[in-house]
């Protein structure tokens, strides 16, 4: 079981810190940490790591992939966005988008990134806590990290402690820096995938589901 949900290959996946911006916190007081939900809700939440995991769980595997051009599968589990966004009551999730902001670290701040809210909902967005049936390490997000998989990884941040329902579509960390796209949507072209260890040409643009 546990085998058969570990990722091939894994050794070879570029490594997490060369892409974190602002590096992994150092240490996290799980007691202590909470996800506050705030903005455009009915309810500000701040909701723990234990109520987290009390929620509906899901676990699938899908494919992240990385605005410079590496992709890898792996099992994510945790909890959909929608669950979050139902328990803090959002109104219209067209109108809106959600602003996601890093734990961060004292020397380099926070990494923010902000997603159209309708799209990441209907894409399946998840809060995920664990991967491969073992928690987050700190480098990939622990404890808990957001990820809508129809956009690059530079849209969904690790390390999360804020969600902010929010009407405006602002710029974020790697779009201002580095003139990244703000839509962030995963284009057609080719791939390399780490954990098949090959090219692919990937034809749709969003999340990849044909291999
Ligand atoms: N807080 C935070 N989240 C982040 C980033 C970051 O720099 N800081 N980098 C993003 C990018 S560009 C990618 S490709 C993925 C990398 O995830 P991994 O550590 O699982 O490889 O995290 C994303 N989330
Ligand atoms: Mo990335």
């Known amino acids: 079981m546990i085998q058969r949900l570990k990722t091939p290959n894994l ?19 799980l007691d202590l940490w909470r996800l506050t939900v705030s903005g455009k809700v009915e309810s500000t939440l701040h909701l723990s790591y234990e109520e987290i995991l009390k929620l509906p769980q899901i676990e699938e595997s899908r494919r992240m992939v990385c605005v410079c051009n590496w992709s890898i599968r792996r099992t994510w589990k945790g ?49 995920i806590h664990t991967v491969d049936g073992e928690p987050l390490p700190m480098e990939q997000g622990y404890p808990l990290r957001l990820f809508d998989f129809g956009l690059y990884g530079y849209k969904s941040v690790k390390g999360l402690r ?11 960390e790697w779009e201002q820096r580095a003139g990244y796209n703000k839509d962030g949507t995963i284009r057609p072209k080719k791939y390399w995938i780490v954990d098949l260890k090959q090219w692919q040409f990937v034809k749709k643009p969003g999340e990849f589901r044909d291999f």
């Open 11 to 29: 050794d070879k996946k570029p490594s997490s810190l060369r892409y974190y911006q602002e590096g992994p916190p150092t240490s996290i007081e």
């Open 162 to 172: 804020s969600l902010e329902v929010t009407d405006r579509f602002e710029s974020g």
């Open 79 to 127: 909890i959909l966005l929608s669950t979050v966004m139902e328990m803090a009551g959002v109104s219209d999730l067209e109108k809106y988008y959600l602003k996601q902001t890093s734990i961060g670290t004292k020397e380099k701040g926070v990494y923010q990134s902000t997603i159209p809210l309708g799209d990441a909902i209907s894409r399946r967005s998840m809060l």
